[in-house]
């Protein structure tokens, strides 16, 4: 996709940010519960690209299989995260790669 095209599609995201906002916490509250969380874990993978990762993954997996493959960081990320999702959360979450022979 050209620059200006993401451009674009940044100002169209803006602008309707506010309204997904809304939408999903009224999906929380009054709604379907499985709708907020697939809004949840859409802002999710969009963080997780942000950083670096695969944008169909989350946060959340992509820690655990850090962890799995002993990186530094997901030693000091790890526990911050299962902090609010409860012990050994990420590396429930993680799917470690199989090796291709």
Same mark, same amino acid.
């Given at each position: 996709m050209s620059r200006p095209r993401?451009?674009?599609?940044?100002?169209?995201?803006?602008?309707? #940010?506010? =309204? %997904?906002?809304? #939408?999903? =916490? %009224?999906?929380a509250v009054f709604g379907s519960t499985s709708r907020a969380k697939g809004m949840a874990l859409a802002q999710d993978q969009?963080?997780?690209?942000?950083?670096?990762?695969n944008p169909k993954e989350s946060i959340s997996e992509h820690t655990g299989n850090a962890l799995l493959a002993g990186k530094r960081w997901a030693r000091i990320v790890a526990p911050m995260i299962?902090?609010?999702?409860?012990?050994?959360?990420?590396?429930?979450n993680a799917t470690p790669q199989t090796s291709s022979k």
């Open positions: 993401l451009v674009i599609l940044w100002f169209v995201i803006v602008a309707l #940010m506010p =309204l %997904l906002l809304t #939408m999903m =916490l %009224l999906q969009c963080g997780n690209a942000l950083f670096g990762g299962d902090f609010f999702f409860g012990e050994g959360h990420c590396i429930a």
